[in-house]
C-alpha cells in the first residue's frame, strides 16, 4: 500500500463532525515527520466525495488556504454543514479534534 492509500485510508477514519491534523494523519499511518505529505496527498484527493480531506486542518486548527476543492471558504462551508465551528478560519482542536 502506497503513502497515499495509508493517508486516504486514515482520512476516511474521521467521523463527521470532527477535525484531525496533517500531523495526526502523519504519525496514523506510521511517518510522523510527514505532515507536509499528507498535505500534498490531500491535494490529490482521487475521490473527493468519499475521502473527506476537508476534515483535515493545521497543527493550529486553521484550514488549508490553498483547499484543493474550493480553497478555505469551500472547507469552511463544508465542516460547518458538519456542525464544526469555524471561528474565521480556525477550527477548536479541544472541541472537534479527532483522538483516533
Not at 480553497?71 to 469555524?86: D, M
Not at 478560519?89 to 483522538?99: A, H, N, T
Request: proline share 5%.
Amino acid at each position: 500500500m502506497s503513502f497515499y492509500d495509508k493517508v486516504y485510508e486514515q482520512v476516511k477514519k474521521i467521523p463527521e463532525g470532527k477535525v484531525a491534523t496533517y500531523g495526526q494523519i502523519a504519525a496514523m499511518c506510521g511517518s510522523p515527520r510527514a505532515s507536509r505529505a499528507v498535505g500534498y496527498a490531500l491535494h490529490f484527493n482521487p475521490m473527493p466525495g468519499v475521502i473527506p480531506c476537508h476534515r483535515v486542518v493545521n497543527r493550529f486548527g486553521a484550514l488549508a488556504a490553498r483547499f484543493a476543492f474550493g480553497g478555505a471558504e469551500a472547507q469552511k462551508a463544508l465542516l460547518e454543514k458538519e456542525g464544526v465551528e469555524v471561528d474565521g478560519y480556525f477550527v477548536d482542536l479541544e472541541k472537534y479534534g479527532y483522538d483516533g
